[in-house]
C-alpha cells in the first residue's frame, strides 16, 4: 500500500519522532512510505538514514497555509 505522512517540518521532537518511528515500521511491514514536509529541518537526514523517502512542499509565494494544505 502507498502511504504519504504529512508533517510541517522535520524539527526536533516528538512528532518527527512519531512520524520517523510509523515510517519504518510500515517500511519494514513493505508498505511504500514517503514523508511529506513544508520544511526540511534539522532531522530531514533521518528520514534517509533510515531508508525512509521524502519529499519537501514548501507553500508558494503567496500561499496561506490554509491553501497550502
Same mark, same amino acid.
Given at each position: 500500500?502507498? *502511504? =504519504?505522512?504529512?508533517?510541517? $517540518?522535520?524539527?526536533?521532537?516528538? &512528532?518527527?519522532?512519531? &512520524?520517523?518511528?510509523?515510517? !519504518?515500521?510500515?517500511? %519494514?511491514? $513493505?508498505? %511504500? &512510505?514517503?514523508?511529506?514536509?513544508?520544511?526540511?529541518?534539522?532531522?530531514?537526514? !533521518?528520514?534517509?538514514?533510515? $531508508? *525512509?523517502? $521524502? @519529499? @519537501?512542499?514548501?507553500?508558494? !509565494?503567496?500561499?496561506?497555509? *490554509?491553501?497550502? =494544505?
Amino acid at each position: 500500500m502507498k *502511504i =504519504a505522512l504529512f508533517v510541517g $517540518g522535520m524539527g526536533v521532537g516528538g &512528532v518527527t519522532t512519531f &512520524v520517523l518511528d510509523l515510517g !519504518r515500521y510500515l517500511l %519494514d511491514a $513493505g508498505h %511504500d &512510505v514517503t514523508v511529506v514536509a513544508c520544511e526540511a529541518g534539522p532531522w530531514w537526514p !533521518r528520514l534517509a538514514q533510515n $531508508g *525512509i523517502p $521524502g @519529499l @519537501l512542499l514548501p507553500p508558494g !509565494r503567496w500561499e496561506s497555509a *490554509i491553501q497550502h =494544505a
